[in-house]
């Protein structure tokens, strides 16, 4: 650990979508916490650019992240790279570096059960979930606190209406695509991915489409039903949909399940391409109200998620709401950031993360259950 008040030094691994437009700017907003001093990327175009646009040194601009790893220079990672990151992640540790990792951790259960060997001891590795970090959602769990907490739950209920990225990065002004990724690694990276995906669902597509919609996106729902109630006991409900014949590759999903003490919970993630604007509603009602949180297209930094608390008031309902400007990308950051210096646990870490991996195997196996898909990997018994 370095001392509390100290930039740290950070080297980041991955330079799509949400580092350019996120992770990056706010790391160069809070130079009073971090230093980038390491980029690496499978383009060498995009890791020359952004290397321009931050300072970082040439000999510091990478297209092979493991050896960013292993060259050390920094006193953490960021993991923004595409697919698992068990392997990034299992090498950062060995190195002694602490890890702030994008969703997904992992793809297997044999993979988390790596990392939690390796991060034994003081918390080494965050799991990027930032909505945890959001001060709504500080504040529906403070509110929930006083209510007497998770045993006063009566259900949760969510709703995703994910917009196509297009919709949502409009105001980006992104440039195009590169097109000087080595191929050949490519196609390694993508072999491996599947590798993985055999070992965690087995080869069933539908299986295999459910389970990365899972680790990917709704994996911040079941991060938010950690924080709030537990992670869920039972999956009993899964189904998956497509807009029209034609529709999305993506299908829609429908989950529900019990929570711990009796509470129930439902799922709908909604692939809606066309849709004009991005929205998350997660509500959890409660014998005297509820609590709304209403969250806006995750790249729209300082974007207020809004809290709406309804309640008994006079004899009759009132509703109050609560918004912030503070950004729930940079809370996590400071997190990440004290976790380095001082050693704060993050709201999640390894076990938690392989608690949604596993969650995400429940899901499958249930839908195999359902359908008749053919499950295999550790699904079949998580």
Same mark, same amino acid.
């Given at each position: 650990m370095t001392e509390p008040n100290k930039r740290i030094r950070i080297a980041v691994a991955g330079l799509g979508i949400i580092a350019?437009?996120?992770?990056?700017?706010?790391?160069?907003?809070?130079?009073?916490?971090?230093?980038?001093?390491?980029?690496?990327?499978?383009?060498?175009?995009?890791?020359?650019?952004?290397?321009?646009?931050?300072?970082?040194?040439?000999?510091?601009?990478?297209?092979?992240?493991?050896?960013?790893?292993? +060259?050390?220079?920094?006193?953490?990672?960021?993991?923004?790279?595409?697919?698992? *990151?068990?392997?990034?992640?299992?090498? @950062?540790?060995?190195?002694?570096?602490?890890?702030?990792?994008?969703?997904?951790?992992?793809?297997?259960?044999?993979?988390?059960?790596?990392?939690?060997?390796?991060? @034994?001891? #003081?918390?080494?590795?965050?799991?990027?979930?930032?909505?945890?970090?959001?001060?709504?959602?500080?504040?529906?769990?403070?509110?929930?606190?006083? %209510?007497?907490?998770?045993?006063?739950?009566?259900?949760?209920?969510v709703t995703v209406l994910h917009a196509g990225g297009d919709r949502q990065l409009r105001f980006a002004n992104?440039?195009?695509?590169?097109?000087?990724?080595?191929?050949?690694?490519?196609?390694?990276?993508?072999?491996? +991915?599947?590798? %993985?995906?055999? @070992? @965690?669902?087995?080869? +069933?597509?539908?299986?295999?489409?459910?389970?990365?919609?899972?680790?990917?996106?709704?994996?911040? +729902?079941?991060?938010?039903?950690?924080?709030?109630?537990?992670?869920?006991? #039972?999956?009993? *409900?899964?189904?998956?949909?497509?807009?029209?014949?034609?529709?999305?590759?993506?299908p829609s999903v429908e989950i529900s399940g019990q929570l711990p003490g009796g509470a129930r919970y439902g799922i709908r993630w909604l692939n809606l391409p066309d849709s004009p604007a991005y929205r998350e509603t997660v509500t959890l009602h409660h014998a005297r109200g509820s609590l709304e949180l209403v969250f806006p297209s995750p790249y729209l930094l300082n974007a207020p998620t809004t809290l709406t608390v309804v309640d008994e008031h006079g004899g009759g309902e009132r509703r109050a709401a609560y918004r912030s400007v503070i950004e729930a990308f940079e809370q996590e950051l400071v997190a990440f950031h004290a976790m380095v210096t001082a050693g704060a646990a993050p709201l999640t870490g390894i076990a938690e993360g392989a608690a949604d991996v596993r969650t995400s195997q429940q899901v499958v196996r249930r839908y195999g259950e359902l359908t008749g898909a053919a499950i295999g990997g550790e699904a079949a018994s998580s």
């Open positions: 350019r437009t996120v992770h990056l700017p706010l790391l160069q907003r809070r130079s009073d916490l971090f230093e980038i001093v390491a980029l690496a990327d499978l383009s060498p175009s995009r890791v020359t650019e952004l290397g321009e646009r931050y300072g970082v040194e040439p000999a510091r601009r990478y297209t092979d992240a493991a050896r960013m790893v292993t +060259d050390g220079g920094c006193d953490g990672v960021l993991l923004a790279t595409s697919g698992s *990151h068990g392997e990034l992640a299992a090498s @950062a540790l060995r190195a002694g570096l602490p890890v702030l990792c994008e969703k997904p951790l992992t793809y297997t259960l044999a993979e988390t059960a790596r990392l939690a060997e390796l991060g @034994a001891g #003081t918390p080494a590795l965050m799991v990027g979930y930032m909505k945890q970090y959001d001060p709504a959602v500080t504040e529906a769990a403070r509110l929930l606190a006083e %209510l007497g907490g998770a045993e006063r739950v009566h259900a949760v209920e992104l440039p195009p695509a590169t097109g000087d990724v080595p191929a050949e690694e490519a196609a390694r990276l993508s072999a491996a +991915d599947r590798e %993985l995906l055999d @070992a @965690a669902v087995g080869a +069933d597509p539908g299986a295999r489409t459910l389970y990365q919609i899972l680790i990917n996106s709704v994996s911040h +729902d079941l991060s938010l039903l950690r924080l709030f109630t537990g992670a869920p006991t #039972t999956v009993e *409900h899964v189904a998956t949909w497509p807009l029209t014949p034609d529709g999305p590759i993506e």
